[in-house]
């Protein structure tokens, strides 16, 4: 059983090609912008061309247009390929791997946002069930909120530094990581934005 996991949702472009819960091949790299042109040439360089028996993409929240660029892809690679399409969160993934590491209580997932704002998630100790829903807030009003010792995510330095006190480790969702959450319920293969889109369509411009 081959799986290839697709991770375009933040600034990270992570694509891996699992077989058997297993990482036979990966690209992860913080590229910032750029998913578009990077994401399916690091797909073709992946073992047969990351050719799968079904796909797993991040659907965020995170990035808007690298959610997007993500879950296009998949889209187009399920259809082409005849094969299933699942979901997944990048909260999950992220608190399944601060799991391994964290010294124990809730964990708090923090990833960067737009507008000043954090996307933000609480899950057990173990990191595989939320224990809050995904909010967007602004970074004070977080800092002000929240008062753990620890933060994880692509925000956690964004949100300790406006604290003033706590650690901060910063993760990215890492697609080869999935099999860390490959037990959860899979998600819809649709956009988690977590907040209102910054764009709008042209009938909501025009009836606004």
């Known amino acids: 059983m081959r799986l ?17 819960g297993a990482a036979i091949g990966r690209f992860h790299e913080v590229v910032g912008r ?47 390929w005849s094969i299933p399409l699942r979901g997944y969160s990048a909260p999950a993934l992220i608190a399944a791997k601060a799991a391994q590491n964290h010294p124990g209580g809730p964990i708090a997932v923090t990833i960067t946002g737009g507008h000043g704002e954090l996307f933000w998630q609480y899950f057990t100790a173990d ?43 910063s993760l990215y969702p890492d697609a080869a990581d999935y099999g860390l959450i490959a037990g959860l319920t899979p998600l819809p293969p649709s956009p988690i934005y977590g907040r209102g889109a910054d764009a709008k369509t042209m009938a909501e411009r025009a009836a606004s």
């Not at 375009?8 to 699992?18: G, P, R």
């Not at 073992?47 to 690298?66: H, L």
């Not at 995904?134 to 604290?163: C, H, K, M, Q, W």
């Open 4 to 20: 290839l996991v697709i991770d375009t949702a933040t600034q990270a472009l992570s694509v891996a090609l699992l077989e058997n």
């Open 127 to 169: 990191g595989l069930q939320p224990t809050s829903a995904i909010a967007s807030t602004p970074i004070a009003e977080l800092a002000a909120t929240l008062d753990d010792a620890n933060f994880y995510g692509t925000g956690a330095e964004a949100l300790v530094t406006a604290r003033g006190k706590g650690s901060a480790i």
């Open 34 to 80: 750029g998913h578009a042109e990077a994401l399916l040439p690091a797909i073709a360089a992946l073992p047969d061309g990351g050719r799968a028996d079904a796909i797993a993409v991040d659907v965020g929240p995170g990035s808007f247009t690298g959610v997007r660029i993500g879950i296009a892809a998949a889209r187009a690679l399920a259809l082409a």
